[in-house]
T-cell receptor, first 111, second 112 residues
Framework: QKEVEQDPGPLSVPEGAIVSLNCTYS??????FMWYRQYSRKGPELLMY????GNKEDGRFTAQVDKSSKYISLFIRDSQPSDSATYLC???????????FGKGTTLSVSS | DGGITQSPKYLFRKEGQNVTLSCEQN?????MYWYRQDPGQGLRLIYY???????QKGDIAEGYSVSREKKESFPLTVTSAQKNPTAFYLC???????????FGPGTRLTVL
């Protein structure tokens, strides 16, 4: 079983919709959780970062971690066509070590 | 401007040739990483380095080599031993003990 699982999609939504992107992980030692956004043929950019359980909000984006169920979520409110990208979740159990990535979910927001 | 640069953006290689991908950062980060990305596979770790003159193998190190002679630079060599080198290669860096990794723009390598 891969340590971080992510549904690859694709996910298509109309502009203005609320988007929910999800990952599950298997290693209970994971403490650091990240969401990256990657546009086509570009490097990933860090979108959200959370430590341990709980929610973190930044503008239209909310990251949520539920360690009891080993579930990671990213919510996008009022989605825009510019949100169309691949979203990668990532985690590790020790700061400064390499990240374990999910395969990424491709999102398309139509105007 | 602080950041991570990778060169070249596109690289074509004939079978049997070694090629070196460049990664430079001016963020004063100690740790640097190389990932490979294939369609539908996500990012997989090739090598990483926590400090100058030291590096460790990742999950898919076979057919690759690295060096870390300077803090700012972490070049990756794709050798002829790498069976399927065509991929998108991403370099990243982070602060000492930091978990937020920052990525470069990537190099797309194609073997002809």
């Amino acid at each position: 079983q891969k340590e971080v699982e992510q549904d690859p999609g694709p996910l298509s939504v109309p502009e203005g919709a609320i988007v929910s992107l999800n990952c599950t992980y298997s290693n209970s030692a994971f403490q650091y959780f990240m969401w990256y956004r990657q546009y086509s043929r570009k490097g990933p950019e860090l979108l959200m970062y959370t430590y341990s359980s709980g929610n973190k909000e930044d503008g239209r984006f909310t990251a949520q971690v539920d360690k009891s169920s080993k579930y990671i979520s990213l919510f996008i409110r009022d989605s825009q066509p510019s949100d169309s990208a691949t979203y990668l979740c990532a985690s590790n159990n020790q700061a400064g070590t390499a990240l374990i990535f999910g395969k990424g979910t491709t999102l398309s927001v139509s105007s | 401007d602080g950041g991570i640069t990778q060169s070249p953006k596109y690289l074509f290689r004939k079978e049997g040739q070694n090629v070196t991908l460049s990664c430079e950062q001016n963020l004063n980060h100690d740790a640097m990483y190389w990932y490979r990305q294939d369609p539908g596979q996500g990012l997989r770790l090739i090598y990483y380095s926590q400090i100058v003159n030291d590096f460790q193998k990742g999950d898919i190190a076979e057919g690759y080599s690295v060096s870390r002679e300077k803090k700012e630079s972490f070049p990756l060599t794709v050798t002829s031993a790498q069976k399927n080198p065509t991929a998108f290669y991403l370099c990243a860096s982070s602060y000492p003990g930091g978990d937020e990794q920052f990525f470069g723009p990537g190099t797309r390598l194609t073997v002809l």
